[in-house]
């Protein structure tokens, strides 16, 4: 008797069950898709730390024509000293298809934090920059490009 | 498709503490995995995904490349001259194939 009153419940459990990981697969679609990639890819990297936003020097174009070569540099200001330096960058974009563009890792010996590169960008969107120091505190900062001609391919 | 072929941009002298720039590019057509080529298919991904400098064998900057890096990757960083020395670069491709390219710096 027992035995069968368990397999009702767990056979409701079950209906429940998929109605609700079905629910919760769309909802999660639907959730993800609004969000911004970089700014949680940001939070995964900085494991949730305080990330301020301050002004870094990035510079990338108002508008770039061609999305296919985006001219990417920045320039942080920090010693370079074995007790202050930058060990990590990153350049993230919101709006490519996957956020990560590159990742930089410094070392004492470059004097200086800066580095120039070309991305492709797919559509009109942000980028970031964060930037660890070896304290592991984080900064960031962003800037919008427009761009005429998306350069992902597709 | 065209030969990969590295270059690269070291001043040959440097004076010490200055900081210089280095400047490198590499032939290479980084297929994202998501462009198609004239019949509609898609190209694999084929990317170089790292990047490193050691400057005489100590490594002293690095870079993780993505998708997002166009074709050709350029990178130019700076670098403080305190003694004479070699560069050694590396590329390293999807496919496990490594770039190198060495160049020399004279400090006075």
Known sequence: MKQIKMKIISRRNVLYLLGGTTGSVLFSKYALSKPNLALNKIKEISKNAKVDEVDLFLDVPEIAENGNQVKVSFDIESPMTEEDFVKTVYILADGNPAPNVAKFSFTTDIGACSATTRMRLSKTQNIYLLAEYNNGNFAMTKSKVKVTIGGCGG | ?108
């Open chain 2, 1 to 108: 498709m065209s030969k990969i072929k590295p270059r690269g941009k070291v001043p040959k002298t440097a004076s010490v503490d200055e900081i210089i720039e280095i400047k490198t590019l590499i032939r290479h057509p980084m297929h994202s995995g998501r462009m198609k080529d004239k019949d509609g298919k898609k190209i694999p991904k084929r990317i170089i995904n790292k990047f490193l400098v050691k400057f005489n064998g100590k490594q002293v900057f690095g870079m993780d490349l993505e998708p997002s890096i166009s074709t050709n990757p350029y990178i130019a960083f700076p670098f403080k001259a305190k003694k004479t020395g070699t560069f050694d670069f590396e590329w390293t491709d999807d496919n496990g194939d490594k770039y190198n390219m060495s160049r020399k710096m004279t400090v006075s």
